[in-house]
């Protein structure tokens, strides 16, 4: 099958971009999950083993991709929802637009809750 | 004139039923129900999850070898991070099975990274799944200060 010409497939705006960021952000989510049940597992192994490889996890650089991936998380079950009620809403597709700044307001408010706790926590002044 | 109509591919007559069947099963039916449904309830153990062991308490800086010890010493936990592997897992599996299918032009290409992906799947939840099951909170010969206070008797 031919390729589709380019500007006739994608169409853009809200309705395309919150498909790339749902994609992106699963994508990232998926491989952290493979490396996060890994370092878990070292629970088996000994104490030693497992709180050494955690520790690394409360080092600043690994703080701010720990902000990173909850903001992915968090972006993708909003936008998750959204999908759910352009699926099953009868009004869903009629909002779509609107539901994806509903979900970028709900994302910006929840990391607004979380972010200065989790930055607290790892660069020191939170305890 | 009359070389081209015979060489012509076959055209259904208009009107004609179209024969859009190019599978058999309603498997990716039941794989977007289910991105759905365990979607649902993903937002609901991984937003729990964040809460306990990143917000909750003194957050990342509390987890160690006893907290887990501590949070798998409850049933509830011990579910919850069961049902939280499963889900995430088919979930993210069959998501990235689409991206593969979206973007693995080439059949070769589409066999090799699915194959990888369900290779780490197996491996990833069987780990997993024993990992929860077969978990020591007292292992013998470790440093008591590293155990859970429970460890003591």
């Known amino acids: 099958m031919s390729k589709a010409p380019a500007g006739t497939l994608y169409r853009g705006r809200e309705g395309m971009w919150s498909w790339v960021a749902h994609r992106v952000t699963g994508f990232l989510i998926f491989f952290f999950l493979l490396v996060h049940v890994l370092d878990t597992s070292l629970v088996r192994v000994s104490p030693e083993a497992y709180n050494a490889v955690i520790g690394t996890y409360k080092n600043p650089i690994m703080g701010i991709g720990e902000a990173g991936l909850v903001a992915a998380i968090v972006f993708h079950a909003f936008n998750g929802v959204r999908v759910m009620l352009v699926d099953f809403w009868s009004q869903g597709p009629r909002y779509q637009r609107v539901m994806l700044w509903v979900v970028i307001g709900l994302f910006v408010v929840t990391m607004a809750g979380f972010l200065p706790r989790h930055l607290m926590n790892v660069f020191g002044g939170g305890h | 004139m009359s070389q081209l109509a015979t060489q012509a591919p076959a055209v259904a007559a208009p009107r004609s039923p179209r024969s859009r069947r190019t599978t058999r099963t309603n498997y990716e039916l039941y794989g977007w129900v289910f991105m759905r ?30 907290f887990v010890a501590g949070k798998w010493a409850s049933p509830l936990w011990q579910v919850w991070d069961l049902l939280m592997l499963w889900l995430a897992m088919i979930h993210g599996t069959n998501g990235v099975r689409t991206i593969i299918n979206d973007y693995a032009e080439r059949t070769g290409t589409r066999v090799v990274l699915k194959s990888a992906l369900y290779l780490s799947f197996v491996v990833v939840v069987v780990l997993g799944t024993l990992v929860i099951f077969t978990f020591d909170p007292c292992p013998a010969g470790s440093p008591a200060d590293l155990l859970p206070s429970f460890c003591e008797a």
């Open chain 2, 37 to 66: 449904a365990s979607g649902v309830v993903l937002l609901v153990l991984i937003f729990g999850h964040l809460f306990m062991n990143l917000i909750d308490g003194e957050g990342i800086n509390a987890i160690d070898f006893g």
